[in-house]
């Protein structure tokens, strides 16, 4: 293999350079920056953990959409669309993006040329920022539904429809800008996998990531943060509201308590997605914007945090089974374990839910228990 490398190539696996000439780059004043090779014990360990990653993510997604096209209530409702976009967008990014990476780390280098990196780090970002997208709009729409609840009917499968256009839409700008000449992408520095071009100091590449950091992800984190803070002051207020009434207890007022509990328990979803997505991609994005400043770092550094943002693909099946019943019970139920139908209450043969209460006179006089047969949960965010 020649030894001499194409100018200004690095971070690209050119046809015609060394492993080791991959890690070598002229910064501001003319000093050659040398980088260690990692070696084929942390490519081994790397193409592992990425093959766990794959495995649960195809699992978990698989899971979503088998729950959610095997209940009809579930797959009508223009909410669970969302849903449906994001695991495909996971999933797809798993059999389009991953091999090239999981290939590469188990063989020891890159073995793809430079068509494949751009196309395996533009596939992948778009996919990523996509999913990014839609975390977003299901974060907007969780917060209409209880801030806003007069304005939920706006929420129908043609608007949800376009806002999913959106979001793909916002991803192929973003992802494709580097093709048509600002910034690019690269080999990252332990050679195995392509993403933006982050190592590269020139204003192309420099400008493009600072406007990536801000439209993709300090901007995507504050408005998930912003739609949070209303939903929790919204349902601490109906959980106050809920405990001023009292214990006498109807009809209207079980439905009015499960509705407040479905709430709550949404709102930990909520929480736990904003803080998921900040732990995979905030490494990233620090790390990104620190080798905008200095160039000469580490490559542990830089790796632990690509590695990190790889595992977001498997991260939401997660979230939705930690934290939301309705999921929880149907995952169980898909893979013949048990259903506790104690913790919902029975579940009738036309799929709805009867509830037993005590029920009490307005002086607090017990009057025995009550039923009340309420719709089956029809959204799972």
Not at 45 to 52: K, R
Request: with cysteine.
């Amino acid at each position: 293999m020649n030894e001499s490398t194409t100018e200004g190539s690095y971070g690209v696996f050119a046809e015609n350079a060394s492993v080791d000439s991959i890690f070598n780059w002229t910064n501001n004043s003319n000093e050659t920056i040398k980088e260690d090779k990692p070696n084929s014990t942390t490519l081994f360990i790397s193409a592992i953990y990425l093959t766990v990653v794959a495995f649960f993510a195809i699992l978990g997604n698989i899971t979503v959409l088998t729950i959610i096209f095997r209940d009809k209530k579930l797959r009508s409702k223009p909410h669970n669309h969302l849903l449906i976009s994001l695991a495909i967008c996971d999933l797809t990014v798993l059999f389009g993006g991953y091999p090239f990476t999981i290939i590469s780390a188990y063989y020891g280098e890159w073995m793809f040329g430079d068509l494949g990196c751009t196309f395996s780090g533009y596939f992948t970002f778009f996919l990523s920022l996509t999913s990014m997208n839609i975390l977003v709009a299901i974060c907007v729409f969780r917060y209409i539904m209880i801030c806003l609840p007069g304005k939920s009917f706006l929420l129908t499968s043609r608007f949800t429809m376009y806002v999913i256009f959106a979001t793909f839409g916002y991803g192929l700008f973003w992802t494709s800008l580097p093709l048509l000449g600002w910034g690019s992408y690269a080999m990252e520095p332990f050679l195995v996998s392509c993403s933006l071009n982050w190592t590269k100091h020139d204003f192309s590449n420099l400008s493009y990531m600072v406007a990536t950091i801000f439209f993709c992800y300090v901007g995507h984190v504050s408005i998930m943060i912003n739609c949070y803070r209303h939903i929790s002051r919204t349902v601490k207020r109906l959980a106050q509201r809920d405990r001023e009434r009292g214990r006498i207890v109807r009809e209207d007022e079980m439905l009015y308590r499960s509705k407040v509990a479905d709430d709550q328990q949404v709102t930990r979803m909520c929480f736990l997605v904003v803080v998921v997505f900040a732990g995979v991609w905030t490494p990233y994005a620090l790390v990104s914007s620190v080798h905008i400043f200095y160039g000469n770092m580490p490559i542990y550094i830089t790796t632990f945090p690509t590695m990190f943002a790889k595992a977001g693909c498997m991260m939401n099946p997660l979230v939705y089974f930690l934290t939301n019943r309705a999921f929880r019970l149907k995952a169980f139920e898909m893979f013949g374990c048990s259903r506790m139908d104690n913790i919902v209450g029975v579940e009738t043969p036309n799929g709805e839910v009867v509830r037993t209460f005590d029920k009490l006179s307005k002086d607090g006089v017990y009057l025995g228990q009550d039923k009340v047969v309420m719709e089956k949960s029809s959204t799972m965010f």
